[in-house]
């Protein structure tokens, strides 16, 4: 089955500590997007990656880090820094083509909860 | 800087009947229009995707339409089904800052009751 996989579904942080996401795709797509979403407002992009090795920051990237070391795989550390990390996060992948007009997929979501 | 707007945010109809939900944005060079759906505590599924040069696309009892010099999309839902109660999304692709990027509307919340 291809699809995006998120992992966990479900996570608890303290206040203090690093947290980290998982996404994996078996797409074979070259592009990776990191969101949040919170109650009452649209989708905002954390970060995203349009190739192994190479990374940008979307809208909201403070507080957060991101990696991308293999194709299909593209975490998301939640850093003490962020002052409000409760939300939920959302991964999406599609095909670059340096064009605009690509389709986004999008994962089941990790919801975080800082306690 | 693009901004999307979704009319209404939320909805409620009887099964059976015939409806529209709406989407509009600020800029009109856009490269593509998508419309997912969410369920509670789920991640986006993709319903449709317009392309800039594209006026609609259907799918089933669904059909979006797009008018990009007017700034608007609408997705028609024909016949809803209590299975249809979601949220709907719309999010425009255009570029923004160094690259593309997509921008969402807050979505439509649909309740079709039986």
Redesign the interface.
Known sequence: DGG?T?SPKYLFRKEGQNVTLSCEQNLNHDAMYWYRQDP????R?IY?S?IVNDF?K?DIAEGYSVSREKKESFPLTVTSAQKNPTA?Y?C?SSIFR????????????T?LTVL | KQEVTQIPAALSVPEGENLVLNCSFTDSAIYNLQWFRQDPGKGLTSLLLIQSSQREQTSGRLNASLDKSSGRSTLYIAASQPGDSATYLCAVSAFGGSNYKLTFGKGTLLTVNP
């Open positions: 995006i998120q009452g407002q649209g989708l992009l995203y349009q940008q979307g939920f959302l999406a340096d064009r605009g007009d690509d389709e986004q997929f999008f994962g089941p979501g919801r």
